[in-house]
Structures are given as structure tokens and as C-alpha cells.
């Protein structure tokens, strides 16, 4: 399993999608599979359907949801939102990483803000995805010409 300071693909280390997304998850599968001689899954859907009958990925997919659980619950700490929508890489894992994350999350969210969200779990079709990238080609095609994306928005030499 990771050390949780792996390299991400934004170039910073220890970033969640690098510990726990669908590419290290698999990555980390296929290293632990090659290690005990167990089949090697080769996508995230054969990783799921193999922790089902196989213990050490299902530990795998509940350490992962252990971790997001762990980082969500410092998010409602701090924010408080009243919903917060799981979806994405990682949705199709099932129970096994989510209900580690609904663990995590039970036992990290501090007690007057337990009561106070709501954890919604929502597969993103294909649909969903083709959606919010026409909303950003939209938003540039729409954007305000007030500012220029070159122009900084606080000019620090005239404070000093």
C-alpha cells in the first residue's frame, strides 16, 4: 500500500487522487496481487469485482475509503456543508470503500456537525461528464471581457 507520498500527476506529493485514485488503487492491486500470486486485475472494474472474494483487495479498497473518510471529515470540520456528493473514480468500488468512508466519518466528524450533512453517493454517467465539460467550453465562450487572465489582480508594488 502507499506511503501516502506518492508523486501526483498536478506535481505535488501525498495529494489523494495520487494515494487513493482509481489509477494508484489500481496500481497498488496489482503490486499486492503479483506479491501473494493472486490474479491481477487489469481495470478498476476487475479490482472490485475481485475484492469481493478476495480479502487483501477488499483491505486495500477499505484502507483507501479509510483515507477518504478521514479527509472528508476534515472538510465538514472545517466547512460545514450541509451536502457532500461522492462521485467518480471509485463510486463503483461499493460498499467496501464506502462504508469505510461512512465509518471514517462517523468517527472524525466532530459531534455537533454528525447531524448536520448529508452523504450522497452519485455514479457520474458519461452523460454527467459530457455536461461539465460543455459548461467550461461555455463559460469561456461567455466569460466577461472585464479583466484579462494575463492581468494580476492586485498590483503589489504600488502597496509598498
Same mark, same amino acid.
Given at each position: 500500500m502507499s506511503d501516502?507520498?506518492?508523486l501526483c500527476s498536478c506535481g505535488n506529493r501525498g495529494c489523494l487522487e495520487a494515494t487513493i485514485g482509481e489509477p494508484a488503487l489500481l496500481r497498488n492491486a496489482r503490486e499486492l496481487c503479483r506479491d501473494l500470486d493472486l490474479p491481477v486485475p487489469s481495470s478498476p472494474a476487475e479490482l472490485y469485482s475481485a475484492a469481493a472474494h478476495l480479502d487483501p483487495l477488499a483491505e486495500l479498497l477499505t484502507h483507501s475509503g479509510r483515507l477518504l473518510g478521514r479527509a472528508l471529515g476534515n472538510l465538514i470540520n472545517l466547512l460545514a456543508p450541509e451536502l457532500v456528493?461522492?462521485?467518480g473514480e471509485g463510486v463503483d468500488a461499493g460498499e467496501v470503500l464506502l462504508g469505510a468512508v461512512?465509518? =471514517?466519518l462517523a468517527v472524525h466528524v466532530h459531534e455537533g456537525l454528525r447531524d448536520t450533512y448529508e452523504l450522497m453517493v452519485e455514479p457520474l454517467t458519461d =452523460?454527467?461528464?459530457a455536461r461539465g465539460a460543455a459548461s467550461l467550453i461555455l463559460n469561456a465562450v461567455f466569460e466577461q471581457p472585464t479583466r484579462t487572465h494575463s492581468s494580476p489582480l492586485w498590483d503589489w508594488s504600488a502597496s509598498q
Open positions: 501516502g507520498n506518492d456528493v461522492l462521485s461512512r465509518t =471514517e =452523460e454527467a461528464w
